[in-house]
């Protein structure tokens, strides 16, 4: 072995408790927030990960790999039967050709670029697709590879700095709209490479929305990469925060918009560090922003609006792991006024989460029944409902077991 290489931990056969210390050490998780995760002491984590207790049943092996974010079951356990990918969701057909056109990355003219005003028109048939599909990545990864290619054209071809500006503007949101399709599928490095260079492009923008929008995208992948990143997360978040807020007196729609998102995910950050007053408090902000916005404004990214509010209530609760209070809160939001029909499946997801947490199983699963119909697409990549499904195709209960093993059938966990 060369002396510059790194050796892997699981190179030899390790116990799962050695395992599960591993990977919480890797991501910067200590005991403490371990056990309070799970519902468990940190004497319960500290006997675990030493051996003196067996590997816990499958529930709480999900609840687990859930805390720790692992994208492979089989990597937490050891068992290579157990190869079930969690929080990692399959690589989708166009990924390869969408990958292709983002490292293209042209530097000479090749053919002319079209006017602002056409790629504007496109990024907004983009949008409206990415909302109104129900397999949303299959919509959107159809459009990518020329999108892409054409807006950093335009970049390339810009006569002057202010129509460059603009085109860095333009070029932002298509990166945007690139991070939603390749989110949580099996490439970490070519989402890295999108949420760097929609930050960049956003700042030479020097346009306040563009760098709205490529700020609260960024708080997400530094926020999904782990407690060990939260920090990078709300500095990205709190500092666009204080650039946005002295504009807002004078701010249209967009901009307000992108501002309660970003005061969301301050919150929701907050909620995943388990600090309930400060996650409620920053949802209270966005709440009284999206007040001044008018009834029927959906921001065609993030999804801020009035009717979305009370959708991030129920994520608060939940990731506070209050099921009572997300099930409360679940019961005020209505979830059929969500227009975009992956939101729509991700709030019935969150919903599905605080009712499980709350011991209704059956209801959690009927709800994720309601996510599949949204958005397929949506419920096939996320861990959450992936480990729900999972979870319950173990139940003792003849009825939700069966539920669950036809579900998992239809988002690809299981073989017919």
Excluded at 197 to 219: C, F, K, N, Y
Excluded at 405 to 413: D, Q, R, T
Aim: aromatic share 6%; net charge neutral; hydrophobic share 40%.
């Amino acid at each position: 072995m060369s002396p510059d290489t790194t050796s892997d931990p699981f190179a030899e056969p390790v116990a799962f408790g050695q395992r599960m210390q591993i990977l919480r050490t890797r991501r910067g998780m200590s005991r403490d927030v371990m056990a309070g995760l799970l519902g468990k002491s940190p004497s319960w984590v500290k006997q675990v990960e030493g051996g003196r207790l067996q590997m816990p049943k499958l529930p709480m092996v999900l609840r687990i790999a859930e805390a720790l974010r692992v994208g492979d079951l089989s990597d937490l356990t050891g068992d290579q039967s157990m190869a079930i990918e969690l929080f990692t969701g399959p690589g989708h057909t166009r990924l390869p050709l969408v990958r292709s056109a983002i490292n293209a990355f042209p530097l000479t003219t090749q053919g002319e670029a079209p006017t602002q005003a056409h790629l504007r028109q496109r990024l907004k048939r983009a949008w409206s697709a990415r909302h109104s599909a129900p397999n949303h990545r299959d919509a959107i990864g159809a459009l990518l590879p020329d999108l892409i290619q054409d807006a950093q054209l335009a970049v390339l071809q810009a006569d002057s700095s202010s129509e460059r500006r603009t085109a860095q503007a333009v070029l932002s949101e298509v990166y945007s709209l690139c991070q939603f399709f390749i989110a949580y599928q099996p490439d970490a490095s070519l989402l890295w490479r999108v949420v760097e260079r929609g930050m960049v492009s956003a700042q030479e923008s020097t346009d306040p929305h563009a760098i709205g929008v490529a700020a609260w995208l960024t708080t997400q992948a530094h926020r999904d990469s782990g407690p060990a990143h939260f920090d990078a997360a709300d500095a990205v978040n709190l500092e666009t925060l204080r650039y946005l807020e002295p504009l807002l007196p004078d701010a249209g729609d967009d901009v307000l918009a992108i501002t309660g998102a970003l005061q969301f995910e301050a919150g929701y950050t907050a909620a995943r560090r388990g600090e309930t007053g400060t996650a409620w408090r920053y949802w209270d902000t966005a709440r009284a922003i999206a007040a001044r916005l008018p009834a029927d404004y959906y921001h065609p990214v993030t999804s801020f609006s009035r009717t979305v509010i009370g959708a991030h209530a129920v994520t608060v609760a939940v990731e506070l792991h209050a099921g009572a209070e997300s099930v409360r809160q679940a019961a005020v939001a209505d979830a059929t006024t969500i227009p975009s029909r992956p939101r729509r499946a991700r709030h019935r997801i969150e919903e599905a989460r605080g009712y499980q947490l709350d011991g209704q199983t059956e209801v959690a699963l009927a709800t994720l029944d309601k996510a599949y119909e949204a958005a397929p697409e949506t419920i096939r990549y996320n861990g959450y409902a992936r480990r729900i499904v999972l979870e319950e195709t173990e139940s003792k209960n003849p009825a939700q077991r069966r539920r669950a093993s036809e579900l998992a059938v239809k988002i690809g966990m299981l073989a017919l």
